[in-house]
């Protein structure tokens, strides 16, 4: 068994078998040996556990642990050839000789699993050479979403770990452009230094993108007085975007007491002491715009506040005229989730939920739709956009030349992550086609005068992962018919075709090695039709 083992290996095209990653060579190579092995009376759940890492299960979950058995015994002789053979088609780990690899006293002291795994760290140190020495030929970029892929409420996926490793070098440096894309909303720095700490990798502030992370082109608002609505360091954030004169709810709160009376206390408190005209009522500057970073506190008074700013151009001292003019002050919205994934066991409302509150009051009061100058957080495509020139920018920093061409998403929520992928894919494709771009809002468009790096993607790949808020167990979205209700933002149309993702993967670690399969080639050893024909050994 171990010399057809070992010819079935020595069959595999050593030119080829150098440039692949290490899970590819892995799954090829297993399951060469596992016809070898079927061919000498192996036992097909040995085969099945070994197989079972194509879907990415914990190999101490699924391999037997018991290495006194005559067929676990030939599964370790097996393994232990392979290890081997990596060895010398990649160089990256010193060879040993073959006699001492296969003396029956080291297998017998070693087991299927801690075998697989101590392959599996070979692989990746393989991979790591091979993807440095291929680092001139890279020309894709990928785009994480944090909530959901790379972790959930305070917490890290394993997965995201072991990603990690696939994408940086020894000392941690990274071989592929990257950056974190998210609706969620804090200081750049903040982020950077939590995903640090949860992936092991040194993550630059310049590779974070919040929800208002393009707020920081916005460069016509950043001088205006704008009123910031948001949870947090809303003050700093604003001023890390840009923005030079803020005014938050509490000081208009502050200036016109009178106006927040759905406050009960606020109605005691004045019922007590009187409230007269204020000096700072007298003093208060007209509110210019107003930028929604996230979902506030106390979601009452807001929604009074602003719809009373929105009424009377910024300064809500007196009541508008009858005829309510369908322009109103500018407003900019980040962040349009109407749910998102945190601990809790099913979704909990986000700033989209927020944002339906504002529009439907400002619409039955006025009659009129509120008029955003812009909607910014995925799914829109000026977020994209802007994830793309990030993504330039980092490649650039790690020495990649060659312009970016592909660009993967990977998110957990269909209705966000992965229409916002495809609505972007199908921006690209009609600026290739046409110079000007329509857009079926002003709230979408993305203005000419922004300075970002050139546009030079081709194609955005949408990867979704069973982690978050999509649940595998409901299965393909393609496959479900179509919602009665519209779940993303009443600006975006409703398009079923695009919550369909270009390719599902268990979690960010199936999804990370899936791309590198497609832009590396890690699996795609011939043809179709040879990969077609190893399918029916994972049965």
Not at 72 to 93: A, R, V, Y
Not at 221 to 227: I, W
Not at 518 to 523: A, D, T
């Amino acid at each position: 068994m171990m010399n057809i083992c070992r010819n079935c290996l020595s069959n595999l095209k050593l030119t080829v078998a150098v440039n692949r990653s290490h899970a590819g060579l892995c799954r090829y190579a297993v399951m060469h040996c596992q016809r070898s092995f079927y061919s000498t009376g192996g036992g097909n759940h040995i085969w099945k556990s070994v197989i079972s890492r194509t879907s990415r299960q914990p190999f101490s979950q699924t391999i037997p642990h018991s290495s006194h058995s005559a067929s676990n015994l030939g599964l370790l002789k097996i393994l232990q050839n392979l290890k081997h053979k990596i060895c010398l088609l990649t160089s990256s780990l010193p060879s040993r000789t073959t006699s001492k690899y296969f003396s029956q006293s080291q297998v017998s002291q070693q087991n299927p699993a801690s075998l697989v795994e101590e392959i599996t760290l070979t692989f990746s140190e393989s991979h790591q050479s091979i993807l440095s020495r291929m680092k001139d030929q890279v020309d894709f970029g990928i785009i994480f979403d944090i909530d959901g892929v790379i972790g959930r409420g305070s917490n890290p996926f394993m997965a995201s770990k072991k990603m990690m490793k696939l994408l940086t070098d020894k000392d941690g440096e990274f071989m592929v452009p990257v950056s974190f894309c998210t609706n969620s909303v804090g200081l750049a720095t903040d982020k950077a230094n939590l995903l640090s700490n949860w992936l092991d990798v040194k993550i630059k502030p310049e590779q974070m993108i919040g929800a208002h992370g393009p707020l920081t082109v916005f460069n016509e608002l950043h001088d205006k007085r704008v009123l910031i609505v948001g949870q947090g360091k809303i003050l700093e954030m604003a001023h890390e975007l840009g923005f030079t004169n803020v005014v938050t709810i509490e000081e208009v709160k502050e200036a016109f007491p009178l106006l927040d009376i759905v406050d009960h206390s606020n109605r005691h408190y004045i019922a007590k002491h009187g409230i007269t005209r204020s000096h700072s009522q007298d003093e208060f500057e007209p509110i210019e715009a107003i930028v929604l970073i996230g979902e506030p506190n106390r979601w009452e008074t807001h929604l009074q506040l602003i719809v009373d700013l929105l009424l009377t151009g910024g300064h809500p001292a007196f009541a508008p005229d009858k005829h309510i003019p369908q322009q109103h002050i500018p407003i900019v919205a980040c962040n349009m989730d109407l749910v998102f994934m945190a601990d809790a066991c099913m979704p909990r409302f986000g700033h989209g939920a927020f944002l339906v509150c504002l529009e439907s009051l400002y619409k039955k009061i006025t009659g009129h739709d509120i008029q955003y100058k812009a909607l910014i957080g995925k799914p829109s495509e000026i977020t994209f956009r802007y994830a793309e020139h990030c993504i330039s920018k980092h490649a650039q920093q790690i020495g990649i030349t060659k312009p970016i061409r592909t660009l993967y998403l990977i998110g957990d929520n269909p209705e966000v992550d992965v229409f916002g992928s495809n609505l972007y894919n199908k921006f690209i494709k009609e600026c290739l086609q046409n110079e000007n771009c329509d857009f079926p809002h002003t709230s979408r468009q993305i203005p000419e005068d922004f300075d970002f790096n050139p546009q030079t993607a081709l194609r955005c790949n949408s990867v979704l992962v069973g982690t978050g808020v999509y649940d595998p167990k409901i299965g393909k979205i393609e496959d479900q018919e179509l919602d009665v209700y519209h779940h993303g933002h009443r600006d975006f149309e409703s398009d079923k075709k695009l919550k369909v993702p270009s390719m599902y993967c268990s979690d960010v670690y199936d999804a990370v090695l899936s791309i590198l399969e497609k832009e590396v080639g890690v699996f795609d050893f011939t043809n179709n039709n040879e990969k077609k024909d190893d399918s029916e050994y994972l049965s």
